[in-house]
């Protein structure tokens, strides 16, 4: 792994940041409030999609990263084949389940005084377009990651990212409608699967791979759900979790609520690409120490630890401290005065989860994904029920409260796995 695989994964999740600084703020005073947190909503749903992969695409990195170490790849057509097909079906279904929802008056759980039902349901039926395509990206991702192809899925990530926002901030030109405006986050996840899928076979290509088409295979999609199946429950229930707050705040308050909760979110929570540009950098060459028996991977990981340890102690304590410049500076007359509040307090959850998610690769690699995925059902109902008590009892600051407990609460018990599970 070379600095320039994380040099690529920082650059390709971190200038979609500087156009979402440009558009948030005329994007809230064109939309308004609930516009606003329903295009919040969408984006939410659009990333929860990622966990109709049902963890094939983690899979297919871990598994040809094993591959790679034995230095046989004759398999790895039939692998993507195989892949391919399990994330097109389970994307499918999502779609459909997404579609029905809309159609059968799934909107009246969504509190918007201002905005048509219509309007919505709309909404959600392009959104369920987007889910086959979000799902099947993963896999083809993976793929990439497994070759170390970091530059050229952070380049599809970087327009991907920048297509998030700008593609509603230049609808809002002509219309504040929500339909118009998921439709441009819908094309942009379509292209992104075309251009995942070139990269994928790029890779094969350039390895000789691709002499015979690969075709489903039983016996290698039950090597992927071995690995995959316990990532796919993490996959389900981890998104939940993510999310959980921001749908809850929309059901318990309103929609205007979210985006006061969303905004210093947003914020806080994008200082987590560095953890995520390293973490997936080093995961393929961690996986193949950990299955060379090498001694190395050891210290590999504690040096790389204890780099993002250092480094978000540093960016968090600083974030907290700017945050009352930074938000009215970004936000103008629009923001909420508990926003302060609560990105302040979520920046000590940033900070313990960016040591969970170290803990988390480093599981994954040791082909321990079960134990992440037992974690995170373990957690679902706690999170929930602390959510919807400190939601009631302290509005969106308990919801903040909330989320840097289960953060802290998911680095302890991955830390313990990880002294746990090491050979």
């Known amino acids: ?103 059968c008056g799934g909107t009246a759980w969504v509190h918007a005084a201002t905005v048509p039902s219509t309007e919505i349901c709309n909404a959600m039926l392009l959104l369920a377009i987007a889910l086959p395509a979000q799902a099947m990206s993963a896999t083809y991702r993976g793929l990439n990651e497994a070759f170390l192809n970091f530059k050229g899925i ?18 809002t030109h002509y219309t504040s409608e929500l339909p118009w405006l998921v439709g441009t986050l819908v094309a942009s996840r379509l292209l992104a699967l075309f ?40 996959g389900v229930v981890s998104p939940v979790l993510v999310q959980a707050d921001r749908f809850l705040i929309s059901a318990t308050l309103s929609v205007a609520a979210v985006a006061a ?14 953890v995520g540009a390293i973490s997936s950098a080093i995961f393929p060459s961690l996986t193949k120490m950990v299955h060379e028996g090498s001694d190395a991977s050891h210290a590999y990981f504690r040096r790389w630890l204890f780099i993002v340890g250092g480094m978000m102690l540093l960016v968090c304590g600083a974030l907290a401290l700017l945050i009352p410049l930074i938000l009215p500076l970004w936000i103008g007359d629009d923001l909420q ?39 995170h059902v373990v957690e679902l109902p706690l999170y929930f029920a602390s959510l919807f008590f400190l939601l009631i009892q302290y509005g969106i600051e308990g919801a903040a409260w909330a989320w840097v407990g289960r953060m802290v609460f998911d680095t302890l018990v991955l830390s313990w796995c990880s002294k746990a599970t090491r050979g």
Request: glycine share 10%.
């Open 1 to 103: 792994m070379r600095l320039s695989h994380i040099g690529w994964n920082l650059a390709g999740l971190s200038l979609p940041l500087l156009v979402a600084a440009a558009t948030v703020p005329p994007l809230i005073n064109k939309l308004g409030q609930e516009r606003f947190g329903l295009l919040a909503l969408a984006w939410g749903l659009i990333g929860y999609a990622g966990a109709l992969d049902l963890g094939i695409g983690r899979a297919v990195t871990q598994l040809v990263s094993r591959l790679r170490g034995s230095g046989d790849l004759t398999s790895v057509p039939t692998i993507l084949a195989t892949a391919g097909c399990i994330t097109l079906t389970a994307g499918f279904a999502g779609g459909v389940l997404i579609a029905l929802a809309a159609l």
């Open 154 to 171: 952070s380049l599809v990530r970087l327009a991907l990212g920048i297509a998030n926002f700008a593609g509603p901030y230049l609808v």
């Open 195 to 234: 251009v995942f899928r070139e990269l994928a076979y790029s890779c094969l290509r350039n390895r000789s791979l691709l002499k015979s088409a690969g075709t489903y295979s039983a016996s290698v999609a039950k090597s992927l759900f071995s690995f995959g199946g316990w990532v796919a429950v993490s």
């Open 261 to 274: 909760y969303v905004l210093p979110y947003e914020l806080v929570a994008q200082s987590l690409i560095l």
């Open 337 to 375: 005065p508990k926003s302060i509040v609560v990105g302040q307090i979520l920046c000590l959850g940033v900070f313990a989860n960016s040591i969970g998610a170290m803990f988390y690769a480093l599981l994954h690699a040791r082909c321990r994904s079960d134990l992440t995925a037992k974690l």
